[in-house]
């Protein structure tokens, strides 16, 4: 089954990290957080990636192209200048990816129409941001889709509060919690398993997924929500990324599954 990701955006809240590289190549533990999405849908055995590329695009290419020949050995002759590579001691990432310009304006649904030639061709297929983890069991996600027999399903989360919560009878605070999450009410957390259909929904490079497609699709009944309580986090602002960088230094961050 083919996965997209949607690489292409600004990222201008986090402009101190995306001056020079597109959100997705941000680091959590020194790697980009849309290594951290591969090989969570890797560790699900769905390797089969299609990249929607836009702002600095080159720098995903450049990214992939080194981790890839990287992973290997490699021997220099400065003598002759001869370089030979050798098969790394560690065994390589069984992934296949796609990578795909979909324009520098272009906008969510503009990106994902246009992958439609890459991925939107043998059935069912999931699509996420490149700027989020989570811990959703795919595996359950993708049995629910098929059970239902609609066109799209979206992974509801409800999102991580940005202040503290606070209960009052008059001026008297009785209760204080700070960044609950299950008060929030659900959200579109993306880990989307779509049809093909749904290209129908998109009009063109200007089309914004989140609007006019999610919206004609829940009018024709044909979207369905899979309801994840687990953990959830989109890298949106500095303060998202130090929260990301905090859980992956301390061990145990949650969407971490594989060895």
Known sequence: MKIGILAGGLGTRLAEETAIKPKPMVEIGN????????????????????????????????????????????????RDGKVQWHEPETERE???????????????????????????????FMLTWGDGVADVDLDA??????????????????????????????DRITEFSEKPQTGEGWINGAFFVL????????EGDSTQFEKEPLEELAKDGQLMAYKHSGFWQCMDTIRDRKLLQTLWDSGSAPWKVWD
């Not at 049809?195 to 998109?202: L, V």
């Open 31 to 78: 790697q980009p957080i849309m290594w951290h999405i591969m090989k969570y849908y890797a560790h699900f055995h769905l390797t089969d990636f299609t990249v929607a590329l836009g702002y600095r695009g080159e720098y995903i290419k450049r990214w992939l192209v080194d981790y890839a020949s990287l992973a290997a050995n490699v021997s220099v002759s400065l």
């Open 94 to 124: 069984d992934w296949n990816v796609s990578l795909v310009e979909t324009g520098l304006e272009t906008n969510t649904g503009g990106r994902i129409k246009r992958l439609q030639p890459w991925i939107g061709t043998e059935g069912t």
């Open 141 to 170: 996600l993708l049995a629910f889709h098929k059970s239902h027999g609609k066109l799209a399903t979206l992974t509801a989360v409800r999102p991580p509060a940005r202040f503290g919560h606070i209960e009052m009878d008059g």
């Open 195 to 202: 049809e093909p259909e749904i290209f129908d929904y998109i």
